[in-house]
């Protein structure tokens, strides 16, 4: 079988910010064959970007370390640079030169000789469509512009190693696609290694061999697209209630249930904290300043308070065997216990129910990682002083 | 702890080819920011005319100018850096397969090259409006005051690399400007003169001394009002050996210090 062309052991970062400690990747260990496309996929703030960014020397692991090409991130760094290349999920072009001038530029410190440079430059372009942009100043790229030169510059030359962070965020569906191709004409016809990160279920599934879920720091399950769906044994079926008592009394009617692997409860968006206070607000209110009563009024009484129990999750997947036809015993046990079921849907697995079920969460539900959405700010306004 | 092996070996792995694309790359970025260069100029020509009248001693002051100016623009070139760091394209410098190195040198390069630009300019134009006086062998002097342009702005800009190599942002940036470039600006003796106190001798350990005084060795040159502290190949030598000090510190803090 194919060599590993990365091994990655016990690798940890932990920052401090402030006083406090953000342990951001937490020992994790695995390894990426010769050849292959790996993909990370995992929400806000898992840890993607660190990993890629001690994998590829630009930040120090706080300790455990991983070789890269056959090179040890900390003790040969300018090795592993020479057979990497990187595309950052941030901005990382230089808003001041025309955007050939940003490509050469990359080319040239990649050791891309003048011929096969200017080839490549040209054929880059075309495939993120900026071949009318190219003389045209960074600055004045709209976002997708930018985003589009970024990636076409990371493929300008052919490492052993190819880190992507998030490549085809926030693009088109179109040039997605191109992006997509070139990216497996890369792995098959030069077998670059391909290691991305990624928030798209499609991507994932369309580009990966294999795929590792990350979570917290963590990896939580490492395995190829077919088998993390394999795992699942079963179809899901979505169901949403009234409101959460409705739901409980469901999860508690269910619990016997044959062939049910896993019932999982989908988190509204409103945070805990947020929460909290607001129950606490609403408390305040209710009692007048005094002691707050022990027991909670009807809720259906009071707005605020019918508000926030809406905030309470109301639905919920169910990892079934055989759905489609355990689907209609389902609904008749809601309907003999009086449980109004709004909505149903069965779903055959797909990565994201995957996702779902191993992280307990939609990828899309979280926010933004705080290191990122600080630099953006910094880079608006960078901007807009220029 | 980190980076013992190839140590040696990668202080000596410099890849000129990248680091003149990046000088380059410097170089162009000046000159599309026109008022860059004006501000610059007008800054000094303001010193110039307000600190020369003040003191009267017009050719005296403006042979000290000339390298503050170059002082003011090779800082910036380090400022250029924390600008890249902040706009991301520092990663993309940071993640190349070249060398700290290649990259230290290519900035000095660059920066160097900027600075000069500026320290000639301004030499041009202090002598046009007869700073050091009208006399047949001005345009000589001039010419022998470039190589000590060169030399300060190389310094300068070494300077400025090595106070950005930690620098995140620009708060820190205006820090040091007021607590080094400001004091560095006043006891180089570019505008009250220190040749004879005893306050000259303390003024030697500022880099700026040396240039001001080399300066005011080749434009000053059969002035009778001369004063200069040094022999010119002692500031040469001093120039030197301060900006090779400068660019190995700060080579090495680079090699230490994270890129995101
Ligand atoms: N320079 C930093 N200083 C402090 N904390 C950081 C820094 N960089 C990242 N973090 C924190 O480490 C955690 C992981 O961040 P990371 O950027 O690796 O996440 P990610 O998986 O790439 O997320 P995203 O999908 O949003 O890009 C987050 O909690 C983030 O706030
Ligand atoms: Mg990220």
């Not at chain 2, 009250?192 to 040396?210: E, R």
């Amino acid at each position: 079988m194919a060599t590993n062309i990365i091994e990655v052991k016990n690798l940890t970062k932990i920052f401090d910010v402030g006083t406090n400690q953000v342990e951001a990747v937490k020992g994790i260990s695995f390894s990426v064959r010769e050849g292959e496309i790996f993909g990370f996929l995992g929400p806000n703030g898992a840890g993607k970007t660190t990993t890629l960014n001690m994998l590829s020397t630009l930040l120090f692991p706080t300790s455990g370390t991983a070789k890269v090409a056959g090179y040890d991130i900390n003790n040969e760094p300018d090795m592993v640079r020479k057979n990497i290349g990187m595309v950052f999920q941030e901005m990382s072009l230089d808003i001041d030169l025309t955007g050939k001038e940003n490509l050469e530029l990359h080319a040239i410190m990649y050791g891309v000789d003048k011929k096969t440079r200017n080839q490549r430059i040209m054929e880059m372009l075309e495939i993120v469509q900026l071949t009318d942009k190219a003389n045209i100043l960074v600055k004045n790229y709209s976002g997708g512009m930018k985003r589009r030169l970024e990636i076409a510059r990371g493929l300008l030359h052919y490492p052993k190693c190819l880190f992507l962070d998030e490549p085809t965020l926030g693009l088109d569906p179109q040039t997605r696609r191109s992006i997509w191709d070139h990216i497996k004409k890369l792995n098959e016809e030069y077998g670059i290694t391909i290691i991305l990160t990624t928030h798209y279920m499609e991507e994932a599934d369309a580009l990966c061999d294999r795929i590792c879920i990350i979570d917290h720091g963590e990896i939580i399950a490492l395995d190829t697209s077919e088998n993390l769906k394999g795992h699942l044994k079963g179809d899901t079926i979505s169901l949403e209630f009234e409101n959460f008592k409705a739901l409980k009394k469901f999860e508690a009617k269910i619990k016997d249930f044959a062939g049910i692997h896993a019932i999982k409860i989908i988190t509204p968006k409103t945070n805990m904290r947020q929460m909290l206070s607001k129950m606490a607000a609403i408390r305040a209110q209710m009692s007048g300043g005094k002691k707050p009563p022990a027991i909670m009024m009807d809720p259906a009484k009071h707005d605020a308070m019918s508000k926030m129990m809406r905030s309470l999750p109301t639905k919920m997947n169910i990892i079934i065997e055989n759905g489609s036809e355990k689907v209609a015993s389902l609904i008749k046990i809601a309907n003999d216990s009086g449980i109004k079921i709004k909505s149903l849907t069965i779903k055959q697995p797909s990565l994201e129910e995957v996702f779902i079920h191993y992280t307990g969460r939609s990828i899309r539900d979280e926010n933004g990682s705080r290191g990122a959405t600080m630099r953006e700010i910094m880079q608006r306004r960078m901007r807009s002083v220029m | 702890m980190l980076c013992e092996k190839g140590d040696i070996m990668n202080k000596i792995d410099i890849n000129f080819t990248v680091s003149f694309a990046l000088a380059k790359r410097e170089f162009i970025k000046y000159l599309r920011n026109k008022s860059r260069v004006i501000t610059s100029i007008f800054q000094s020509l303001m010193f110039l005319f307000i600190f020369g009248f003040a003191i009267g001693n017009q050719a005296l002051v403006s042979a000290g100018i000339i390298p503050q100016a170059i002082l003011f623009a090779g800082i910036f070139s380090g400022v250029s850096i924390v600008m890249d760091r902040m706009l991301g394209f520092f990663k993309e410098i940071m993640v190349a397969p070249i060398s700290r190195t290649t990259i230290t040198i290519g900035r000095a390069i660059g920066g160097t090259l900027v600075a000069s630009i500026q320290g000639i300019i301004l030499i041009t134009l202090t002598s046009i409006f007869g700073a050091f006086g009208y006399e047949p062998l001005l345009f000589l002097k001039i010419l022998a005051a470039i190589p000590i342009i060169f030399l300060t702005a190389f310094l300068t800009t070494s300077l400025g690399n090595l106070i950005s190599t930690r620098m995140k942002d620009f708060h820190q940036m205006q820090f040091i400007m007021t607590f080094l470039i400001m004091p560095l600006f006043f006891t180089s003796g570019a505008i009250i003169d220190f040749v004879g106190t005893p306050f000259f001798n303390f003024t030697l350990i500022n880099p700026m001394t040396y240039c001001v005084d080399a300066m005011r060795h080749i434009m000053l040159a059969g002035n009778p009002t001369i004063s200069v502290g040094l022999p010119l190949y002692v500031d040469i030598l001093a120039i030197l050996a301060f900006s090779l000090a400068f660019i190995i510190l700060s080579a090495y803090i680079f090699r230490k210090s994270e890129s995101v």
